[in-house]
């Protein structure tokens, strides 16, 4: 079935530590989103590419970054994970004006990362 | 901030009930879109509503949109204890590739 992939579903890192999360997609769409989400709170859009446009939102911090090396692949990288990054990290796909000409888009399960 | 808001936060009814929860946008929009999220999970895309359209229905669920009032209501009829989860309204940035969600409900549904 198409769909789309995160790995991996628990991260655990340590404050500091590099760590990278990724998304895959069968999609074939060419928009991929990455989204922020904390406990009780509606999803927070970090950043998101349109095929290999990459679109930052003005408030996502500098040490999320993020790769699109090709369609099907998209990586979430936090350079040094504070307290405050632990969260529920979700990938989104959505190939607007699509056969429904709107933006549906479609979820992973989502990465949940710790920071000790 | 253009985040939708939605009321209640939190609703808990019993199996069988219905379960209503409304979602207010600041902005025009061309569609209105209802999330399904269960705990832990990703977000899950249940209907959408254009903004020509007044009523829709897909299955138990039944969703409104008043423009003139920038508000949408989510109705799921006869619930089940499965319906158990958050639920997001969602509407399209215009002229962008993204979409702005609402604060969201927390639906429990008791056996």
């Known amino acids: 079935d198409a769909m789309v992939i995160q790995n991996p579903r628990y991260q655990v890192t340590q404050f500091g530590k590099p760590v990278t999360l990724s998304c895959s997609q069968t999609?074939?769409?060419?928009?991929m989103y990455w989204y922020q989400q904390k406990s009780s709170q509606a999803p927070k859009l970090l950043f998101h590419?349109?095929?290999?446009?990459?679109?930052n939102e003005a408030d996502t911090p500098d040490n999320f970054q993020s790769r699109r090396p090709n369609t099907s692949f998209c990586f979430l990288d936090i350079r040094s994970p504070g307290l405050g990054d632990a969260a529920m990290y979700l990938c989104?796909?959505?190939?607007?004006?699509?056969?429904?000409?709107?933006?549906?888009?479609?979820f992973g399960a989502g990465t949940r990362l710790s920071v000790l | 901030s253009q985040q939708g808001e939605e009321d209640p936060q939190a609703l808990s009814i019993q199996e069988g009930e219905n379960a209503t929860m409304n979602c207010s946008y600041k902005?025009?929009?061309?569609?209105l879109q209802w999330y399904r999220q269960n705990s832990g999970r990703g977000l899950v895309h249940l209907i959408l509503?254009?903004?020509?359209?007044r009523e829709k229905h897909s299955g138990r669920l039944r969703v409104t949109l008043d423009t003139s009032k920038k508000s949408s209501s989510l109705l799921i009829t006869a619930s089940r204890a499965a319906d158990t989860a958050s639920y997001f309204c969602?509407?399209?940035?215009?002229?962008?590739?993204?979409?702005?969600f609402g604060t969201g409900t927390r639906l429990q549904v008791f056996p």
């Open positions: 969602a509407t399209d940035d215009s002229n962008t590739d993204k979409l702005i």
């Open positions: 902005t025009s929009i061309n569609n």
């Open positions: 999609l074939n769409h060419n928009v």
């Open positions: 590419y349109y095929d290999k446009d990459f679109n």
């Open positions: 989104a796909t959505s190939r607007p004006g699509g056969a429904a000409k709107a933006n549906i888009q479609y």
């Open positions: 509503i254009r903004s020509n359209e």
